[in-house]
Structure formats: structure tokens, C-alpha cells
């Protein structure tokens, strides 16, 4: 027993390891942007906590559009030309670096121009993470390149160690001034975790490659279509609950929301952790070690989804009675319950989008079924709005999570059931 334990851990020693850092990291970095969460809930009201959720789910929207696919691209031509060519490999961040910082510029202008004809009094809000819009996309930029180098332990160290430093401020900020405090405890946090990520990254070649920036920006160009399709059957439905003025209903729903992307962290770090390993077989053309893992990745993640939606269903209703007692009442319960039944299937995409689909150039599977379901579910929420209030929008969630997955997890099934055909 002990001796198969150990041929296993050796099997899989690189793995394990990346995943334990990668953990680390993962957790530094969100366990302090949970942290203003949970400090924002207990110390504003209901309403100003709705108008904070509000406020970041305008400002992430915009981010999409600073980044636009930017640096999870890189992720992948950082690993591919680790790999293939290392002259490539160096000029990577400044070219990736010079996009996001041109996509920042002209939504800041965009956002200065034109953001007070839609926000309205809720503007002002928004000029405080406004720096968000640069600092997000550019830390995500060198977490992409230092996953790709495999830096997972230098990360981790770098992202833990940022978190525990900016506890102090952040508490200070949160509890002195509320809600404003709170958005600026954001944007201090990624500027924070900016400058050391560059710092310890060291210099970089300062040389324009177009034909790098190209590449780049054609395969970036698919992932931000995705996003922004992902947004608009996710975090759409904040915004559209601030059209109809259901700013309380806000902050339960994100509550809920929150707590299942904390769940779902392992599952993010495990495939971002495989993701170099995927890349380097589908660029060798193994694609039949690819569909053999995939397949593999498949079956456990469905299992363990079920599995943990079973037992969130005993553990999650006292712990938001423990942390978020003034929330805890029907309505969120509701969400919560309803939201539970899709897990297992947002596990599954976690897992085959990030290490899969994204880590092999196919991300555009993804774009085809999430810009119908996006759409999709736009209207569905005004529909069921009407009909059912405030909890329609999770309703809405529900079929168009279903719909966009399940689709997306066939045609990339189909597409690499071809390759191996092709080369057997």
C-alpha cells in the first residue's frame, strides 16, 4: 500500500506540487478580494452592500474589455514557445504588456466620456476602481506568463505574501470609510501585487514584434468574445437587477455567487496546474494521450461535482447563517439551493475549458455556445423578471448554464475525436 502510494506520488510528484503552490497563490490573491466581501457585508447596509456588488460587476465587465483575452492567450504561447522557441519566448510580455495598456486607455476614455449618461449617480463609484481597468488585465497578464514558465511556487509566494501584507490596509479602509473604502482596497490591492510581479519578474525585451502581436491578438481575440459571452449569462444579471432597482436582491445573489467561485477555486487551480502538459501533447500531436485524459478529466470531475454538491447542500445553509447572518433568509437560501444544482456541471467546464479547451488553441468552442446562451440569457431575464421577480434571473442561469456547457463539451469531444482518427 505504502509502496503504491509512493510510485503514484512520484508519477505525478510535478503535478501535486504545481497544484499545492498554484494553491497558495490562487488563495492569496482571492482570499483578500473575499475579504473586503465579507468585511463590505457586515459593515454596510444591505443597500450600499447591493451598490458595491453593483459597482464591480460594472467595472469587471469593463475589464474584459482592457484585457480582452490578452494574458490567458500569452498563458498558452508562453508554454508553447517554452517549448518550440525560445527567442519568442522573450519577447512575449512587453508585446502582450503594450496591448492591455492601449485596450486600458481607450475604455478609461470611453468609460470618462459616456459612463455618467448610464450610471448616473452611481458614476462616482466607478472613478475609484477605475485604475482596476489597467491593474487587473496586467496582473493576469504575468500570472498567464509566470503558469506558463511553471513559476508556480514564485508565484504562490509572491501573491501570499502581497495578500497578508494588505490585510492591514484593507481592514483600515473598509471599517474608516465603507463602501468607498472598499473600492479603493481593490484597486491598492492589484497595484500592489502588480509591482512586485514585475519586479521579481526581472527586465524584459522592449522589442514591438507585430507578427507576435498578431498571433496574440487573433487568438485573444476568440477567448474575449468568450468572456464577454460568459459575462452576459453570469454576471449580466447583477446589472440587469440594478435596472429594476433590486439593489438588496443583488447582494444576496452575489453572496451566493461568491461562495460557489470559492468552491470552484480548487478545480480552477488543478486545471490551470495540467493545462502546460495538455498544451505540450497537442502541440507534439498526441492527440490521443490528449482524448485519453480528457476523457479521464471528465468522468472525475463529474463524480467529484456530484459528490460535493451533496455535501454542500448540508454544510453551506449554517455556515452563511455563521458568516452573513444578516443574509441569512429564504431568498438567499432559495438561490443557493437552486444555483447547488448546477455545480457538478460548472465543475466540468472549469476543468475542460481552462486545461483543455484554452490550453489546446480551441477556445473558440466555447465562444459558439456561450454567445447563444448569453443572449439567451439577456432575454430570458427580462421574461422571467416579469414573471417571477427578482429569483427569475436564477432561473434564467439555470437553462442557459445547462445549455452553453453541455454543447461545449460535445463539439470539443467531436473535434478531438477527429484529430485521433486522422492520425491512427
Given at each position: 500500500?505504502?509502496?503504491?502510494?509512493?510510485?503514484?506520488y512520484?508519477?505525478?510528484?510535478?503535478?501535486i506540487?504545481?497544484?499545492i503552490?498554484?494553491a497558495l497563490?490562487?488563495?492569496?490573491?482571492q482570499?483578500?478580494?473575499?475579504?473586503?466581501f465579507?468585511?463590505?457585508a457586515?459593515?454596510l447596509?444591505?443597500?450600499d452592500?447591493?451598490?458595491?456588488?453593483?459597482i464591480?460587476?460594472?467595472?469587471?465587465?469593463l475589464i474584459?474589455?482592457?484585457?480582452f483575452?490578452?494574458?490567458?492567450?500569452t498563458?498558452?504561447?508562453?508554454?508553447?514557445?517554452?517549448?518550440?522557441d525560445k527567442?519568442?519566448?522573450r519577447?512575449?510580455p512587453?508585446?502582450?504588456?503594450?496591448?492591455?495598456?492601449s485596450?486600458g486607455?481607450?475604455?478609461?476614455?470611453?468609460?470618462?466620456?459616456f459612463?455618467?449618461?448610464?450610471?448616473?449617480?452611481?458614476?462616482?463609484?466607478?472613478?475609484y476602481?477605475l485604475p482596476?481597468l489597467?491593474?487587473?488585465?496586467i496582473?493576469?497578464?504575468?500570472?498567464?506568463?509566470?503558469?506558463?514558465?511553471?513559476?508556480?511556487?514564485?508565484?504562490?509566494?509572491?501573491s501570499?505574501?502581497?495578500?497578508?501584507?494588505?490585510?492591514?490596509?484593507v481592514?483600515?479602509?473598509?471599517?474608516?470609510?465603507?463602501?468607498?473604502g472598499?473600492?479603493i482596497?481593490q484597486?491598492?490591492?492589484?497595484?500592489?501585487?502588480?509591482?512586485?510581479?514585475?519586479?521579481?519578474?526581472?527586465?524584459?525585451?522592449?522589442?514591438?514584434?507585430?507578427?507576435l502581436?498578431?498571433?496574440?491578438?487573433k487568438y485573444?481575440?476568440?477567448?474575449?468574445?468568450?468572456?464577454?459571452?460568459?459575462?452576459?449569462?453570469?454576471?449580466a444579471?447583477i446589472?440587469?437587477?440594478?435596472?429594476?432597482?433590486?439593489?438588496?436582491?443583488?447582494?444576496y445573489?452575489?453572496?451566493?455567487?461568491?461562495?460557489f467561485?470559492i468552491?470552484?477555486?480548487?478545480?480552477?487551480?488543478?486545471a490551470?496546474?495540467?493545462?502546460p502538459?495538455?498544451?505540450?501533447?497537442?502541440a507534439?500531436?498526441?492527440?490521443?494521450?490528449?482524448?485519453k485524459?480528457?476523457?479521464?478529466?471528465?468522468?472525475?470531475?463529474?463524480?467529484f461535482?456530484v459528490?460535493?454538491?451533496i455535501?454542500?447542500?448540508i454544510i453551506?445553509?449554517?455556515?452563511?447563517?455563521?458568516?452573513?447572518?444578516?443574509?441569512?433568509?429564504?431568498?438567499t437560501?432559495?438561490?443557493?439551493?437552486?444555483?447547488l444544482?448546477?455545480?457538478p456541471i460548472?465543475?466540468?467546464?472549469t476543468?475542460i475549458?481552462?486545461?483543455?479547451?484554452?490550453?489546446?488553441?480551441?477556445a473558440?468552442?466555447?465562444l459558439?455556445?456561450m454567445?447563444?446562451?448569453?443572449?439567451?440569457?439577456?432575454?430570458?431575464?427580462?421574461?422571467f423578471?416579469?414573471y417571477?421577480?427578482?429569483?427569475g434571473?436564477?432561473?434564467?442561469?439555470?437553462?442557459?448554464f445547462?445549455?452553453?456547457?453541455?454543447?461545449f463539451i460535445i463539439?470539443y469531444y467531436?473535434?478531438?475525436n477527429?484529430?485521433?482518427?486522422?492520425?491512427?
Open positions: 500500500m505504502t509502496r503504491t502510494i509512493k510510485n503514484n512520484n508519477k505525478h510528484k510535478e503535478t506540487h504545481n497544484f503552490w498554484r497563490q490562487i488563495f492569496g490573491k482570499g483578500i478580494t473575499f475579504l473586503i465579507i468585511l463590505c457586515k459593515l447596509t444591505p443597500y452592500f447591493g451598490v458595491y456588488n453593483y464591480l460587476a460594472v467595472v469587471f465587465f474584459i474589455f482592457g484585457d483575452g490578452i494574458s490567458t492567450a498563458s498558452k504561447y508562453v508554454a508553447e514557445y517554452n517549448i518550440i527567442n519568442k519566448l519577447l512575449i512587453f508585446n502582450s504588456l503594450l496591448i492591455i495598456v485596450l486607455v481607450v475604455v478609461s476614455l470611453l468609460v470618462i466620456l459612463g455618467e449618461i448610464y450610471l448616473k449617480d452611481k458614476y462616482i463609484f466607478v472613478l476602481v482596476m489597467f491593474l487587473a488585465p496582473s493576469s497578464l504575468y500570472d498567464g506568463i509566470y503558469r506558463g514558465l511553471k513559476r508556480f511556487k514564485e508565484l504562490a509566494i509572491i501570499v505574501s502581497v495578500g497578508l501584507f494588505a490585510i492591514g490596509f481592514y483600515f479602509l473598509v471599517s474608516q470609510y465603507g463602501l468607498i472598499a473600492l482596497s484597486s491598492l490591492f492589484y497595484l500592489l501585487l502588480v509591482l512586485v510581479l514585475i519586479i521579481r519578474y526581472g527586465l524584459i525585451t522592449t522589442k514591438i514584434d507585430k507578427k502581436m498578431k498571433t496574440i491578438i485573444s481575440t476568440v477567448i474575449g468574445f468568450t468572456a464577454i459571452a460568459y459575462y452576459f449569462y453570469t454576471k444579471d446589472i440587469i437587477l440594478g435596472h429594476f432597482n433590486y439593489i438588496n436582491e443583488i447582494g445573489y452575489e453572496i451566493v455567487n461568491k461562495i467561485e468552491i470552484k477555486l480548487p478545480t480552477l487551480i488543478l490551470t496546474v495540467l493545462a502538459a495538455i498544451t505540450k501533447y497537442y507534439e500531436k498526441k492527440y490521443h494521450i490528449v482524448k485524459k480528457f476523457l479521464k478529466h471528465l468522468y472525475y470531475s463529474s463524480a461535482g459528490i460535493l454538491g455535501l454542500l447542500y453551506i445553509p449554517p455556515l452563511i447563517e455563521l458568516f452573513f447572518n444578516e443574509y441569512f433568509i429564504p431568498e437560501i432559495l438561490i443557493f439551493k437552486l444555483l444544482l448546477i455545480l460548472r465543475i466540468v467546464a476543468i475549458s481552462q486545461s483543455h479547451a484554452i490550453a489546446t488553441g480551441n473558440h468552442f466555447s459558439w455556445t454567445i447563444p446562451a448569453g443572449i439567451l440569457n439577456i432575454v430570458l431575464d427580462f421574461v423578471i416579469y417571477f421577480g427578482f429569483i434571473v436564477v432561473y434564467s442561469t439555470l437553462i442557459c445547462t445549455f452553453a456547457i453541455s454543447s463539439l467531436i473535434k478531438l477527429k484529430l485521433s482518427k486522422c492520425l491512427n
